[in-house]
C-alpha cells in the first residue's frame, strides 16, 4: 500500500520514535521559513505602496532614464499609447453614429 | 530594436511583468498551499519508516525538497546576470537581486536540517572533511557574498554587472555540490535510486511524499521570488505613472 | 540578428565562464586526495597512509566481526571493501545507525600492529529506503537487500 497511517495515538505522533526534537524541530525551521517569505515580502508590499501614496512626484523624464546606465523600456507606454488611441477611436466612432 | 530579440524586450517590461504575475499569484499560492499541505501531512503522518532511520526519514523529505531547489538559484541568476549584462535589462536584474537573499535561507535551511538529520544519523552536525556539505556552505557564503557586492556598489547598473558575473561564475559551485558524493568519498549519501514498484526498496511510498513536497518547493520559491521582485518595480519604477495609479488606487 | 555590441559582450562572458569551468576542474583534479574524505581499507593495505598519521578509514562493518566489551564502551570490528579489511579499535558512543553490514567512517590512526585506533566513529547512511517490512521480507526470501554496497570513490 502506497500511504499508510503510520501511528496509533497522538503521543506515539509527538514522540516520533524517540527523535522528536530533531523531526519537530526541522518542521518548526521549515515552517518559519515559508511563512517568513512569504510575510516579509507582503508587509514590505503595504509599506511601498503607503509611501507612494503619501508622495506625489513628477514622472521621471527620459534624459535621466537614459543616464542611469539601462535600457529604457518603453513596451509598457507604447501598450498604454495603443490603447487610449483605440479607446477614442471608439469613442469617436459611437459619438459619429449617435447624431 | 525590432528584430528577433524583441520579445525579450516585450518580456522584460516590468509593468507588463507585474500585470501578468497579479493574474497568476492566486494559482500560484492555491497550488503551492495544497502541495504543501499534502507533502506535509504525507511525510509526517504516512511515510513509513526507514528500517534503519526510523522517523528521522521524515527530516529528509523537507531536506531534499528544499535542498535540490536551493541548487536552482546561481543558474537563475547567472541566466538573469547574462540578460543583465548583454541586453541591459532592468527585469532581469530585479529579479537577480532579489533572489539571492531568498537563495541564502533556501541554503541556510538545506545545512540547517541537513544538520539535525546527521546529528542522530551519522553521529556528527558537521564534518570539515565532506565536500557535499562544505560545497554547500560555500554556496551560503557565496549568496551573502553577492548580497554584500551589491550593497557595496552605489552605483545600481555597476552592482548589476558585477553580480551577476559573480553569479555566472557561481554556477560552477553548483555542479560541484552536485556531483561531490559522485567524485569523492563523503560521509553524505549519494541520491537514492527510484523504484516504481511498491513494496520494494526505494519505492514509491518513500518518493512520492518527497516528490510532492519538492514541486510544492518549487512554487513557494516562485511565489516568494515573485512578490519580491513585484516590491523591487514598484520601488524603482516609482516615478512611472502607472506605479504611481497603483499606489493611489490601493489605499 | 544580435546587435554587434551585445554580440561582443555575451562572447565575454562565455569566455569568463569556460574560463573559470576549467580553472576549477583543474584545481579539483589536483586536490582530489585531499577532498577524498576518507581511504578505503585498500588504499590502507596498499600503504598510502604512512605510520602514525591521523585520518579516516571508511568501509562496511563485516558481518559477525562486531565485539563489544562487557564492562566498558569498548569495541572492535572490522572495517571492510570486500577487497580488504581493517580492524578497528573504539572506545566511546556507537552512532545510533552503527550495525553490522552498514557503512561506516572512523577517525584515528593505525598502531604497530596494524589495527586502526579510532578516535571517532561515523555512521554512514547509504541511499536506500526499505520499510522494516520489506527488509524482513528480503531476508527470509534470502535476497541480500543491497545495503552490502559500499562504494568509494573511483581510482586516484
Known amino acids: ?99 | ?251 | 540578428m544580435m546587435k554587434p555590441h551585445r554580440r561582443k559582450r555575451l562572447g565575454l562572458i562565455v569566455f569568463i565562464a569556460v574560463g573559470m569551468s576549467i580553472a576549477a576542474a583543474l584545481t579539483l583534479f589536483a586536490l582530489r586526495q585531499n577532498i577524498n574524505m576518507f581511504y578505503s581499507p585498500s588504499q590502507v593495505a596498499a600503504g598510502e597512509v604512512g605510520a602514525g598519521e591521523l585520518f579516516r578509514v571508511g568501509g562496511m562493518v563485516k558481518n559477525g566481526s562486531v565485539e563489544q566489551a562487557q564492562d566498558s564502551l569498548a569495541v572492535r570490528f572490522v572495517a571492510t571493501d570486500f577487497v580488504h579489511d581493517v580492524a578497528v579499535d573504539y572506545e566511546g558512543i556507537l552512532p545510533d545507525l552503527f550495525r553490522e553490514g552498514q557503512g561506516i567512517v572512523a577517525e584515528g590512526r593505525l598502531d604497530s600492529a596494524g589495527v586502526f585506533q579510532a578516535s571517532r566513529v561515523l555512521a554512514k547512511h547509504d541511499e536506500n529506503y526499505m520499510s522494516p517490512e520489506v527488509k524482513a521480507a528480503l531476508e527470509q526470501a534470502g535476497i541480500s537487500p543491497g545495503k552490502h554496497r559500499f562504494r568509494s570513490a573511483p581510482e586516484n
Not at chain 2, 19 to 31: D, H, I, M, S, V
Not at chain 2, 145 to 153: E, F, K, T, Y
Not at chain 2, 156 to 177: D, F, H, K, M
Open chain 1, 1 to 99: 500500500m502506497l500511504a499508510e497511517l503510520q501511528f496509533d495515538s497522538l503521543q506515539e505522533f509527538l514522540a516520533m520514535g524517540g527523535y522528536a526534537f530533531n523531526v519537530w524541530s526541522v518542521y518548526a525551521l521549515f515552517a518559519v521559513f515559508v511563512f517568513a517569505n512569504l510575510a516579509l515580502p507582503l508587509r514590505r508590499r503595504r509599506l511601498i505602496l503607503r509611501r507612494l501614496a503619501a508622495r506625489g512626484d513628477l514622472a521621471q523624464s527620459p534624459a535621466a532614464a537614459e543616464q542611469s546606465g539601462w535600457e529604457v523600456s518603453t513596451v509598457g507606454e507604447e501598450l498604454q499609447e495603443q490603447q487610449r488611441e483605440q479607446k477614442e477611436q471608439r469613442e469617436q466612432e459611437e459619438q459619429g453614429t449617435k447624431p
Open chain 2, 1 to 251: 530594436m525590432a528584430g528577433r530579440w524583441q520579445w525579450l524586450h516585450r518580456l522584460g517590461s516590468p509593468r507588463w511583468f507585474y500585470a501578468t504575475t497579479t493574474r497568476w499569484l492566486p494559482w500560484l499560492a492555491g497550488a503551492m498551499a495544497l502541495l504543501l499541505a499534502v507533502g506535509t501531512v504525507w511525510a509526517l503522518l504516512y511515510l513509513p519508516p526507514d528500517y534503519q532511520q526510523g522517523d528521522t526519514s521524515r527530516i529528509l523529505v523537507v531536506h531534499v525538497a528544499v535542498a535540490g531547489a536551493s541548487l536552482s538559484f546561481f543558474p537563475l541568476m547567472a541566466v538573469a546576470g547574462t540578460v543583465t549584462l548583454v541586453w541591459r535589462i532592468k527585469l532581469a536584474d530585479m529579479v537577480a537581486k532579489n533572489a539571492a537573499p531568498l537563495g541564502a535561507w533556501f541554503s541556510f535551511l538545506t545545512l540547517a536540517t541537513g544538520s539535525i538529520w546527521g546529528s542522530v544519523s551519522w553521529g556528527t552536525w558537521w564534518e570539515w572533511t565532506d565536500s557535499r556539505l562544505v560545497s554547500m556552505l560555500f554556496q551560503f557564503f557565496l549568496l551573502l557574498g553577492v548580497i554584500s557586492l551589491r550593497a557595496a556598489l552605489d552605483n545600481s547598473a555597476t552592482a548589476a554587472r558585477a553580480c551577476a558575473l559573480l553569479s555566472i561564475v557561481g554556477c560552477i559551485n553548483v555542479v560541484v555540490i552536485k556531483y561531490s558524493v559522485q567524485w569523492w568519498n563523503t560521509l553524505h549519501q549519494p541520491p537514492s535510486p527510484i523504484s516504481m514498484q511498491v513494496g520494494s526498496p526505494n519505492g514509491p511510498e518513500f518518493w512520492v511524499a518527497t516528490a510532492i513536497m519538492a514541486v510544492a518547493v518549487y512554487l513557494f520559491l516562485a511565489l516568494s521570488l515573485i512578490l519580491a521582485t513585484r516590491n523591487e518595480i514598484l520601488e524603482r519604477e516609482s516615478k512611472a505613472q502607472w506605479v504611481r495609479e497603483l499606489a493611489l488606487g490601493a489605499t
